[in-house]
């Protein structure tokens, strides 16, 4: 993912390749309920086996779209039973009801990840540039903390990782420079 951060889409694509085919599959997908019916489906019977959601603290626009990425909810979360509880604790990440950040989960490592991408760090349509939105304006680079944010997000996966971004305006671009570097799109149902 770093490649495509930094704009190496061809790059991203052929180790994107390499990946998939070491069994590490990275998929997009714009529906938040297909993500979560995917790991959950892929783990049913796997009790040692840790998913759950990452989201941006500063992406604007997935509260309304299920992920609680706000700071009152993310300050709620007891970090220690979100990543060691039994899955079937109301408590674990397994859940995917309660949403840890790029600041909970730096250090930390899911076997799948769902990684809610938000309005805060956009693909700008034919400009092939990444923009940032609701940076911090203290910050010396506030575009450079979104880039780094997502950087964190996305190497949370030990296994893989599930990208959701909305379906909704201005995300379009975003979702397909992803699958332009190799991310597997889809849609998924449960069998």
């Known amino acids: 993912m770093d490649c495509v951060l930094r704009g190496e ?37 796997f009790a040692d086996k840790c998913y759950g959601l990452l989201a941006s603290s500063k992406a604007g626009n997935l509260a309304k779209r299920g992920v609680a990425n706000d700071y009152g909810s993310t300050k709620r979360v007891r970090k220690g ?5 039994h899955p079937s604790s109301r408590k674990s990440c397994c859940q995917l009801s309660e949403v840890v950040t790029e600041f909970c989960c730096k250090g930390l490592e899911l076997d799948l990840p769902v990684v809610a991408w ?3 760090l956009v693909r700008e349509t034919g400009q092939g540039r990444w923009s940032s939105r609701y940076g911090d304006k203290r910050a010396r680079d506030a575009h450079r903390l979104r880039v ?12 893989g990782m599930v990208v959701y971004v909305p379906e909704e305006s201005g995300t379009e671009s975003t979702a397909a420079v992803l699958v332009r570097a ?4 889809f849609e998924y149902a449960k069998k």
Request: positive net charge.
């Open 9 to 45: 889409i061809d790059k991203a694509r052929g180790l994107a390749g390499s990946l998939q085919a070491d069994h590490y599959p990275i998929y997009v997908t714009r529906l938040l309920e297909s993500a979560k019916l995917y790991v959950q489906h892929k783990y049913r019977d």
């Open 182 to 185: 190799g991310a597997l799109e």
């Open 118 to 120: 938000g309005d805060d």
């Open 148 to 159: 780094n944010s997502y950087r964190v997000l996305s190497t949370r996966g030990r296994g």
């Open 81 to 85: 039973p979100w990543y060691a509880d």
